[in-house]
């Protein structure tokens, strides 16, 4: 037994039209969508299809700032859920165009995705005591950036294109860390400057500790003279000079309720782990960059 229907989705012209006038853009291709449903079996034997398709639009701006793109990002996620099974199986693919012009597709086992600033981000469901798992990939590139499972953090030199992305990844995570790599591993913190990673650590303790789960992160200066902004913390000592080493004086707080507390400094643009305070258990080193 099967039944299903389908709902056809067209990108509003009214969007793209806002951008500019028709006139300047010149004709633009239209875009449609279509999304559709169906089932099939009962009982255990039930499964259940879902194929979404949808668009969404965002200025993107260039990473040195020299610029700015009006982005159109095509996406489908095709899910199937089995009554004989926990979670949803997902694929999503992701196109990306600006002024007509296919700038890159993603392909990704993502329950759902969106636009995040300077990166499109896809999030997978955990499942079975895994953590959500989100994948961001700079946008401007396409190229995958980091996985976390927690909202980033962002270290910026105010009036400067100098951004860097603290991101978290948990040994819970859907992802996971490389179990037979390193079976203490814990967590992994990536330092991140657009799509490429500038440092990478590795945070180490015994099975059991509490500690591979995602903890709160925050970005504090230990002097107390600054303070972060919503998700970013800007280095106004260092304000108009692009120079990386400007990250500095900043520290990485990491929380996990009860069971302790880290903190691992920012200086000259990487993790200082010669300084770090680690609760008792824990380890930190670094890992080549990948």
């Not at 990108?11 to 006139?23: F, I, K, R």
């Not at 650590?201 to 015994?206: A, C, F, I, N, R």
């Not at 120079?243 to 069971?259: I, R």
Request: with cysteine; charged share 20%.
């Amino acid at each position: 037994m099967k039944r299903g229907w389908s709902i056809g989705g067209t990108l509003l012209a009214a969007a793209l039209a806002q951008a500019a006038p028709a006139e300047e853009r010149g004709a633009q291709p239209s875009l449609t969508a279509q999304s559709s449903f169906s089932e099939t079996g009962e009982g255990e034997d039930y499964v259940a299809r879902i194929v979404n398709a949808t668009f969404a639009t965002g200025r993107l701006y260039a990473p040195d700032g020299s610029g700015a793109r009006d982005m159109v990002y095509e996406q489908r996620i095709d899910s199937t859920a089995r009554a004989a099974a926990e979670g949803t199986q997902s694929e999503l693919r992701v196109t990306a165009r600006s002024d007509g012009k296919t700038l890159w597709t993603i392909h990704d086992s993502g329950n759902e995705g969106a636009a995040f600033g300077d990166y499109y981000r896809t999030t997978e469901w955990g499942c079975c005591g895994a953590e959500n798992t989100m994948r961001s990939y700079f946008a401007w590139t396409g190229k995958l950036a980091f996985t976390a499972t927690a909202d980033p953090l962002f270290l910026t030199i105010p009036n400067t294109s100098t951004r860097r992305a603290i991101a978290y990844l948990s040994a819970y995570s859907v992802a996971g860390i490389e179990g037979e790599k390193y079976p203490r591993g814990t967590g992994l913190i990536a330092l991140v400057d657009g799509d490429r990673t500038v440092d990478l650590v590795l945070l180490e303790s015994d099975e059991g500790t509490g500690f591979e789960w995602t903890p709160k992160l925050a970005l504090a200066d230990p002097t107390g003279a600054h303070a972060q902004s919503g998700d970013s913390f800007d280095l106004w000592p260092a304000d108009g000079n692009p120079d990386p080493a400007g990250l500095t004086g900043v520290d990485l707080v990491l929380g996990w309720d009860a069971d302790g507390q880290a903190a691992i400094p920012v200086a000259a643009g990487t993790f200082d782990l010669a300084h770090a305070r680690l609760p008792a258990g824990m380890t930190a080193r670094h890992l080549p960059p990948k």
